[in-house]
């Protein structure tokens, strides 16, 4: 079975634009999660999805962060007026249920490496 | 303290040495414990998960000290391929919490 696709693999964009990242689950994963790595540092959680309601964003850095999922599924993370700070990998994550108490392991996609000039 | 704070290394070990690393955590209520591998440029992924009795996958060797709230990692017969960033990670309310990570260089 397919694993977590993220895509695109790569985007540079231009301080000031609006970026589209895109996640697709590994199917029958109800909870999905966003992160954000900067070079050589740990990764930064972002947000959470259990289906398609986002009940943790506490790590949304600013309100030109946002994230939707449909259909329980496919999830876009949107930042808008990109500014240089952004520039990171940005990973997506999936796994069977919520990873809290239950402790069910998360996948990683690919991430999507983000460049903002 | 912070959540999951791990010693960043990085450790520099001969090929064929015995490696070990240790990761402490803040939330006592927290249940599940994971090892993360992560490849430079890559995606961490699942190295094994740690359970209270301890637990061993090939030449891995996971424990958990609840009462200390810290784990290990012992990585026996180290090879170049051992070579990458060890994240401890530890389960939360809604999510899971990594530690920045322990790099390990494995050399010839």
């Known amino acids: 079975g397919a694993g977590v696709s993220q895509s695109p693999s790569n985007k540079v964009t231009e301080k000031g634009k609006d970026v589209e990242l895109r996640c697709d689950p590994i199917?029958?994963?109800?909870?999905l999660y966003w992160y954000r790595q900067s070079l050589g540092q740990g990764l930064e959680f972002l947000i959470y999805f259990q289906g398609n309601s986002a009940p943790d964003k506490s790590g949304l850095p600013s309100d030109r962060f946002s994230a939707e999922r449909t259909g329980g599924s496919v999830s876009t993370l949107t930042i808008q007026r990109t500014q240089q700070e952004d520039s990171a990998v940005y990973l997506c994550?999936?796994?069977?249920?919520?990873?809290?108490?239950?402790?069910?392991?998360?996948?990683f996609g690919a991430g999507t490496r983000l460049s903002v000039l | 303290r912070k959540e999951v704070e791990q010693d960043p290394g990085p450790f520099n070990v001969p090929e064929g040495a015995t490696v070990a690393f240790n990761c402490t955590y803040s939330?006592?209520?927290?249940?599940?414990f994971f090892w993360y591998r992560q490849d430079c440029r890559k995606e961490p992924k699942l190295l094994m998960s740690v359970y209270s009795s301890g637990n061993e996958d090939g030449r891995f060797t996971a424990q958990l000290n609840r009462a200390s709230q810290y784990i290990s990692l012992l990585i026996r017969d180290s090879k170049l391929s051992d070579s990458a960033t060890y994240l401890c990670?530890?389960?939360?309310?809604?999510?899971?919490?990594f530690g920045k990570g322990t790099m390990l260089l494995v050399s010839p």
């Open positions: 994550a999936s796994s069977l249920a919520a990873s809290g108490r239950s402790g069910n392991i998360q996948y």
């Open positions: 939330n006592s209520a927290s249940q599940s």
């Open positions: 199917s029958g994963h109800t909870a």
């Open positions: 990670v530890v389960s939360g309310y809604s999510t899971l919490t």
